[in-house]
């Protein structure tokens, strides 16, 4: 019995593409690339038959958009400023890790 795949993403650049199957598998969902060979091929065949293209199962395709939306535009809610607990230095929320002193965030360690 075979598993019903969506596309979730297409895209010229292969190297996109590729990212963002890997950002959908360190989501936890299994991922497959397709055309990622085509590009040659446009002119002779419509463009958009020719971009390169991210397959998940239909049972996974909302947690793989969001996977995809959150890696291309970012977190739905920005994080809140912080202050390190090593050196005092405030940083924006979306840094993990105090660039002055190399401190992890408290609140992601």
Do not use: K
Not at 30 to 50: F, I, S
Not at 54 to 83: D, F, K, N, Y
Request: glycine content about 10%.
């Amino acid at each position: 019995m075979s598993v019903e795949q969506v596309r979730v993403f297409r895209h010229a650049n292969v190297l996109l593409v590729s990212h963002v199957r890997n950002v959908i598998e360190s989501g936890g969902v299994a991922a497959a690339l397709r055309n990622m060979t085509l590009a040659g091929g446009a002119g002779e065949l419509p463009p958009d038959q020719c971009e390169a293209e991210v397959w998940v199962a239909a049972a996974a395709e909302a947690q793989a958009i969001e996977l995809v939306r959150e890696a291309l535009e970012g977190p739905a809610t920005a994080l809140p400023e912080w202050c390190c607990q090593g050196c005092g230095e405030r940083l924006e929320g979306v840094f993990d890790r105090c660039w002055q002193c190399g401190r992890d965030r408290p609140d992601r360690s």
